[in-house]
């Protein structure tokens, strides 16, 4: 169906897999999201506070940041191979996380899986990288981007649901099991031997990261900082302030998966013909308003579910946009790019994953939302500084 958005101007290859890779990363993005929503029931299952929780997510995503930099070596590897060997990581790691009985083997566990999943998404934006030229590749990767709203949309929902009917444990394992039957589906239909055919594994190697990258590194962290900043912690406002169960929460989920989705497909429609950093700018704007508000209006349910819709939507706009960006840092090395692009984002994440909660616990969901705020607007700077570096065309 994803090949139809496509016309026959974009290469054969990219048209005949991007419905596979798109299933694909839905759900290993559906793994990887499935805990934030759900941290007041984990906390409470495995005995520790939101806290507490929250610190052990710091050290998760600081691991995987700093995995994130073995981006060098996705682009020496066969794309295929770095995409099942992701799959596979990422399905054993959700069934681990799902057997933990204590918070360090379910840290280990959310590591593993976060490691996994960066080898899984260098692996396919490096393919797509080989296959599609940057002028016209804000669209494709708009369209494998509403993987990451359809993870929350139709992956984070279903896998709630089988946590309402069962336990948070029973989501994962439901989580797994998709994950593994799409290494089967990658491995039968993606050709092996295909290093794309822009990719020099000598020049990954070597090839530095300019200057200038630093800026786009940074945009990444602070717009991870604000997805963060209201994810982990917009479960527990709900539970707390409205008593929310896990399947309305799962019902929720859904819905801010419906406004992740128009983002992308916005998108993947509008950032080559915007520009991809205004995009991500515009994007990212949209998160300030929103946040602002939110936290003036946290204890009125509808404008309150409103405006976190709203606040993930500019998120994922400004996000999808910049990745064409990340990937185009280092052309020689699309994997080595985005891999530090990614560092900088886990790192983000991993601030907030402990600010956020804490600032939940001692002041409720006002000031991690004024954080979020505050976080957007420093992304805006930087896109902005390294849109004025760079003369090339985006």
């Known amino acids: 169906m994803l090949k139809r958005a496509l016309d026959d101007s974009y290469p054969e290859e990219t048209r ?53 930099l073995a981006g060098g070596l996705v682009d020496r590897m066969n794309r295929r191979t770095a995409m099942v060997v992701g799959l596979s990581g990422v399905s054993g790691a959700t069934v681990l996380a799902a057997a933990s009985q204590h918070i360090v083997l379910f840290a280990v566990g959310v590591t593993v899986l976060g490691v996994a999943k960066s080898v899984f998404d260098m692996g396919l934006n490096a393919w797509v990288n080989d296959h599609v030229d940057y002028a016209r590749r804000g669209r494709v990767v708009g369209i494998v981007e509403t993987s990451w709203a359809l993870g929350l949309l139709i992956g984070v929902s279903l896998m709630g649901l089988v946590a309402a009917a069962a336990s948070w444990r029973w989501g994962y394992v439901f989580g797994a099991v998709a994950v593994a039957i799409m290494a089967v589906v990658l491995t039968a239909r993606l ?7 822009r990719h020099d594994s000598s020049r990954s190697v070597s090839s530095p990261m300019p200057r200038s990258g630093l800026l786009v590194v940074a945009t990444m ?33 859904f819905g ?33 308003p929103s946040g602002l508000l939110l936290a003036l209006l946290h204890g009125h349910l509808i404008p309150g579910l409103v405006l976190l819709g709203i606040y993930l939507l500019g998120f994922e706009f ?77």
């Not at 992308?264 to 991809?276: C, E, F, I, N, P």
């Open 16 to 68: 005949r897999h991007i419905g596979a890779l798109t299933l694909a990363r839905l759900t290993t993005n559906a793994c990887f999201r499935f805990a934030p929503p759900f941290f007041a029931s984990i906390s409470d299952s495995l005995h520790v506070s939101l806290g507490r929780l929250g610190v052990a997510f710091m050290i998760t995503e600081i691991v995987v940041g700093l995995m994130s």
């Open 318 to 394: 400004s996000i999808v946009c910049l990745l064409p960006v990340a990937t185009n840092m280092m052309p020689s090395s699309p994997a080595k790019g985005l891999g530090f692009t990614y560092t900088g984002g886990m790192l983000g994440r991993a601030s907030m994953s402990v600010v956020a909660t804490a600032a939940y616990e001692s002041f409720g969901v006002a000031t991690p939302a004024i954080i979020g705020a505050g976080s957007a607007l420093c992304a805006v700077g930087c896109i902005a500084a390294y849109r004025r570096t760079t003369s090339q065309p985006r």
């Open 256 to 288: 801010l998966g419906a406004f992740e989705l128009v983002a992308s497909v916005t998108s993947s429609r509008r950032a080559d013909q915007w520009g991809k950093e205004r995009s991500t700018i515009v994007g990212a704007l949209l998160i300030v």
């Open 221 to 253: 962290g602070f717009l991870m900082a604000a997805s963060q900043s209201i994810f982990v912690t917009f479960g527990s406002w709900l539970e707390d302030e409205f008593d929310f169960s896990d399947a309305a929460i799962a019902g929720v989920v």
């Open 191 to 197: 050709d092996g031997r295909d290093q794309g055919h």
